[in-house]
């Protein structure tokens, strides 16, 4: 459907670009992991589908850990993020209930403000792209975003 629409594939293209795929305090092993997350919240089974095989693709490139088994090392890095992770969970079902102790919690696991902000903008992104695909017909209409 987006290819009648250049422009705003272009437009989403381009952010999806920013928000998944620039390393920063995150990696994009780590973005795609808090992706996969929210898309099956969101019962998106196409989105959960592709971020998952996008992270578990990414997740030997990068490092992640110094373990060889893949389970072994995906089970290290959902650990490292569980405190993200919770945060998007709420950020995604239940949004108005976020206070300033769920921040709390991700600072005191380690994590810095800017990955705070940057999980913030992939939960964004990823309920918007969610929502798109679903309504356009979720698998059904092979969206490819």
Request: charged letters at 25%; one cysteine or more.
């Amino acid at each position: 459907m987006f290819e009648r629409y250049p422009d705003l594939k272009e437009a989403f293209q381009t952010f999806r670009d920013k928000v998944l795929k620039t390393n920063g305090v995150l990696t994009e092993h780590e973005r795609e992991t808090i992706a996969t997350h929210v898309s099956n919240l969101n019962s998106c089974k196409a989105c959960t589908i592709r971020h998952s095989e996008n992270a578990k693709m990414l997740l030997g490139s990068q490092g992640t850990s110094d373990s060889n088994d893949p389970e072994t090392s995906d089970r290290q890095a959902r650990s490292s993020l569980e405190p993200i992770l919770s945060y998007a969970g709420k950020l995604t079902l239940q949004p108005t209930s976020l206070t300033a102790e769920d921040a709390e919690a991700v600072y005191a696991a380690g994590w810095c403000e800017e990955a705070l902000l940057t999980s913030i903008t992939i939960v964004s992104f990823m309920n918007m792209a969610n929502r798109v695909v679903l309504g356009v017909g979720g698998e059904a209409a092979k969206v490819e975003l």
